[in-house]
Structures are given as structure tokens and as C-alpha cells.
């Protein structure tokens, strides 16, 4: 090396071994670092001060991605290292969720989130993990624009809608309709699509549209308004618990005008609280073909290969013996879906994670998960099922 003192060799190459000291330690710290446990959050409804709706919702949740969870641990975890999970209650309160998603990025420096159990809260999520560009997996009934760190399960109310509008112009040959919704997000954004979705049938309107408060007790008031416009079918746009209410209100009324309850109806708590009135009066729904899985063939692949083996681990786990819920879906679908992208990701990197997010293929239980750079909304397809109530049991809808 011409020009080049033994002093000046000396000092370059006493440089080189200092930085390939210092390359050698990050890189120890790196891979150290990477051997740790990965940390994904949930945000879940544990508790509910303004009613009864979060609990009923989130803790079937919780149960199921601690299931999962600790079933994924047990065969490895993934990449080599544990799954730790840390989840946040919102008390069914949207500024709470708030709070409880940037607790899980600032303190417990999470690589993603799932949850949470309701749509208003994961609305008032996306904001938090847009702006400090963390994954979040939404499981509640939500719809919102594009956002590029928020990827929704399921095909989204508005198809949702589109599949209910068909269902009751088509098989239960609706002509005039009323709409009882829940004033929360869910509701009201469900009157609007499935109001959206009927106008393509010439001849079909919506003659009446009433509104309630899901702490309500007494849905009187908008049964009796419902029932003076003379609706040949009722359209239920609220969740399990509220609708029970309806029906409750809806027997005392000596109504018998037909029911059909939107995807957030065919829970485990309505089928309790009100199974019977639906059974006695032929209502029908749309919902996660979940609830129906067990009276599914043995060699669906819906049952063989999701349903039977997660009813398995929750009655190793919890004593199950009878059925799944929808909720207990969406959990296993949100944290298999953050596990499915960390394989694809090879890191539990936020930006490698959000990437993989966009191009892995995973099929569910409320559907498939194939979302693009354009569109992050899980589902192309709404596969929920059309059900009835028959001997205390969702069962597949039958004339």
C-alpha cells in the first residue's frame, strides 16, 4: 500500500478491529435480544360500568387466546421463542381502549395487537397504532377507511349487510321491513349498509327504523312504533344480549311478526336468555358459522380441521362440553393471524409484521384472512351461515 506510513497501517489497522469488535457485540445483543419472548397485546371488554354487554364478550375472548397461546408455547412457540401475551381491560369504553393500546406500545413494547371485543373501541384504537405504526388485528364488528397498520378479520359489515339484505328479500321474501339497531357503532352503522344494500330491490322498503340504548332494559316504546307500521319482518341490528331484551319486550307485546337477527345476535347469551321466544317464533339469523359447526358433517373441513380441534383444547382447558361461541372465533382467528404473519415475517419486527400482514393466506373461522397493499379487509366473502333455533341449539336454516 504505497504512501502509506507503518504508523498510518498501524492506526487503520487498529480501526478495522475495533469495528469489527463493536459489529460482533451488536450482533451478540441482536440475536440475544431475539431469543427473548415476542409480545403481542389484546385489548378485550373484561368489565363493563355503563351495562352488562363487555364482559359476556370479552372474557370468552380472553379464555381462547390464552388457550391458543399457551398450546402454541407448548409445541415450540414461534421462531424458536415464546409467545407472551398481555392484555389490557377497556371496561367497554372506546377512550379506555385508548389508553389501553398505548400502554401496550410504550410499556409493554408489544409487536402487535389483537382486539378488541367492540366496534366503537376499535375505532378508537386505529388512531393509536397508526400513529405510532404498530399492527392492529381488529376482531370487533368494525369498519373504517384504508389505514395502513389496521387489518380487519372477517368480510366486514358492509358485505355482511349485502348477504342479509339477499337473505331476507330472497328466502324469507321481505317486502316491507323494519329496522330495530342498537345506537352504538354496530347498530347504526349496520342500519346504514343494510339500508344501502336493499334499494337494489325494486318494490322493498324500509317502513319503519328505530333506535335504543343497549343499557336499556325496556325496548317497549320501539316495538310498539315498529309494530304500528305494519313491518311483514323485523331486522335485529344489535348484539346477543341486547336482543334478548327485544325478544323479551317482543313476547309481552303478543308479536309474532318474523325476526331476523344480524351477525351479532346468535351468541351463547341470546340463545340462554332468550332462546326459547326465538325457537317459538321461527326467528332466523345470520351469523359465524361457528355457532353451527356442531351440527355440521363429521368431514366438513370447517368442523374437521377448526372447529373440532379448538372445541378440544378449550374443554382440556375450561371443562367445554357443548359449544363454541363467536367470540372464542374471533380470538383464535386474531392470534392466529398474528402468529401466521411472525412465521412469514421471520421477526416480530412492527414493519416486517404489518408487510406479512399483506400477504399471507389463512383460513378461519369468521372466513378467510387474504388482504392486499389496497384492501385490509380480511374476507372477500361473507361466509356466515344462515340459522334458526330448534330444540334449544343453533341450528342451519330450514324452511
Known amino acids: 500500500m504505497k504512501g502509506l506510513t507503518r504508523s498510518s497501517l498501524k492506526a487503520a489497522s487498529m480501526f478495522w478491529l475495533f469495528f469489527v469488535l463493536v459489529s460482533l457485540s451488536l450482533g451478540a445483543r441482536a440475536a440475544q435480544g431475539a431469543t427473548g419472548p415476542i409480545r403481542l397485546g389484546a385489548v378485550l371488554s373484561l368489565s363493563d360500568k355503563a351495562g352488562f354487554v363487555g364482559p359476556l364478550v370479552g372474557e370468552p375472548m380472553k379464555e381462547a387466546m390464552t388457550a391458543v397461546v399457551d398450546q402454541v408455547n407448548r409445541q415450540g412457540g414461534v421462531l424458536g421463542r415464546k409467545v407472551e401475551l398481555f392484555i389490557e381491560d377497556d371496561e367497554a369504553n372506546p377512550a379506555r381502549a385508548a389508553e389501553a393500546a398505548e400502554r401496550l406500545i410504550k410499556n409493554r413494547k408489544v409487536s402487535a395487537i389483537i382486539g378488541p371485543s367492540l366496534a366503537d373501541s376499535a375505532l378508537a384504537m386505529m388512531p393509536v397504532c397508526e400513529e405510532a405504526e404498530v399492527p392492529l388485528i381488529v376482531t370487533g364488528p368494525a369498519v373504517a377507511p384504508f389505514n395502513k397498520w389496521v387489518f380487519l378479520l372477517g368480510a366486514g359489515d358492509v358485505r355482511g349487510a349485502e348477504h342479509m339484505a339477499d337473505f331476507a328479500v330472497d328466502q324469507l321474501k321481505a317486502k316491507r321491513i323494519a329496522v330495530i339497531y342498537s345506537t352504538n357503532e354496530y347498530g347504526t352503522r349496520g342500519l346504514r349498509d343494510f339500508s344501502a344494500a336493499i334499494k337494489k330491490y325494486p318494490g322493498v322498503s324500509i317502513v319503519a327504523q328505530e333506535g335504543f340504548n343497549t343499557v336499556e332494559n325496556n325496548v317497549t316504546p320501539q316495538l310498539e312504533k315498529t309494530k304500528a307500521a305494519g313491518p311483514d319482518l323485523i331486522v335485529l341490528y344489535t348484539n346477543g344480549a341486547s336482543a334478548a331484551v327485544i325478544a323479551k319486550d317482543y313476547k309481552r307485546l303478543g308479536m309474532t311478526t318474523p325476526v331476523l337477527g344480524s351477525h351479532g345476535v346468535p351468541t351463547t347469551e341470546f340463545l340462554a336468555l332468550a332462546g326459547t321466544v326465538a325457537e317459538q317464533n321461527k326467528w332466523t339469523m345470520i351469523g359465524a358459522r361457528i355457532v353451527i359447526a356442531g351440527h355440521l358433517p363429521p368431514n366438513d373441513p370447517y368442523r374437521k380441521n377448526l372447529y373440532d380441534p379448538f372445541l378440544k383444547l378449550m374443554k ?38 404489518r408487510n406479512a400482514l399483506e400477504r399471507i393466506k389463512y383460513e378461519g373461522f369468521v372466513g378467510a384472512f387474504a388482504c392486499s397493499p389496497q384492501d385490509h379487509q380480511g374476507s372477500p366473502v361473507d361466509n356466515s351461515a344462515e340459522m334458526m333455533v330448534r330444540n334449544g341449539e343453533y341450528v342451519p336454516y330450514a324452511r
Open 316 to 353: 382440556e382447558r375450561y371443562g367445554r362440553s357443548a359449544r363454541l361461541s363467536v367470540y372464542e372465533g374471533v380470538a383464535y382467528d386474531g392470534i392466529m393471524v398474528a402468529i401466521e404473519a411472525l412465521k412469514a415475517a421471520g421477526s416480530d419486527d412492527r414493519t416486517a409484521l
